[in-house]
């Protein structure tokens, strides 16, 4: 079936105004230096749930979990993920998605059996290809968005930020960007790295970032 590296049992923060257990798949395309899961990037992993075994456990939480967030790595990169998330529909969970958006045809096509999903801009195209290390890769995520605001389907886009990555201005230009192709949720998340200077978020600067948007969060250290 697909290859689960990991789970959480229980989250209350990354399948928004639900409790929800989140499923790691194995494999990812990108290489972005901030990863905080770097051991789910190769498309084979050593250690793998056995599929049979997460859904028995899915079966004990029904009426306790109120969704499933399929996360990674990238989830989207594995081939059997549409079957995966239809068996979970079908045992009554909500379904999340926590995706970078690189394979726009296969969100597209998954878009009808998701609940919610938590799309990954990595950062303004000019910086695109240096954060996630693959050339080309800010077309796709243009792509994702796209289907994601055509859909009608919940969404939300997820942006991992220091000053490193790209300056601030560059920061308020995405924004702006992201406003005006019709996103109305983002979240701000604090890039954190070994021996990197934590950023607390100047007000003023948050109150700019979020002011174009109808619900923002910064997620700092």
């Not at 990354?14 to 929800?20: E, K, M, S, T």
């Not at 979970?88 to 394979?103: E, N, R, S």
Request: proline share 6%; aromatic share 8%; net charge positive.
């Amino acid at each position: 079936m697909i290859r689960v590296a990991g789970m959480t049992p229980l989250t209350t923060i990354d399948f928004p105004g639900r409790l929800a257990a989140v499923l790691f798949l194995q494999g990812c395309p990108w290489r972005c230096s901030y990863c905080h899961n770097p051991e789910l990037l190769p498309a084979r992993g050593a250690g793998v749930l056995d599929w049979d075994a997460v859904q028995e456990f899915l079966g004990r939480r029904h009426g306790l979990l109120d969704g499933v967030v399929f996360s990674g790595g990238e989830p989207t990169s594995q081939a059997r993920l549409p079957d995966a998330i239809a068996r979970v529909k079908a045992m009554g969970f909500q379904v999340g998605l926590h995706t970078g958006g690189m394979y726009p045809a296969r969100l597209q096509r998954l878009l009808p059996l998701l609940d919610w999903v938590g799309l990954d801009i990595k950062g303004p195209a000019a910086h695109h290809d240096a954060i996630t290390g693959r050339r080309g890769s800010a077309a796709p995520v243009e792509l994702s968005l796209g289907h994601l605001l055509e859909s009608g389907v919940a969404f939300e886009c997820r942006t991992t930020w220091h000053s490193d990555l790209f300056p601030t201005q560059a920061l308020y230009q995405l924004a702006e960007q992201l406003a005006a192709r019709g996103v109305r949720h983002w979240v701000l998340q604090e890039c954190h790295e070994p021996g990197r200077r934590r950023h607390r978020g100047d007000p003023a600067d948050l109150a700019r970032l979020g002011s174009h948007f109808q619900h923002f969060t910064f997620r700092g250290g």
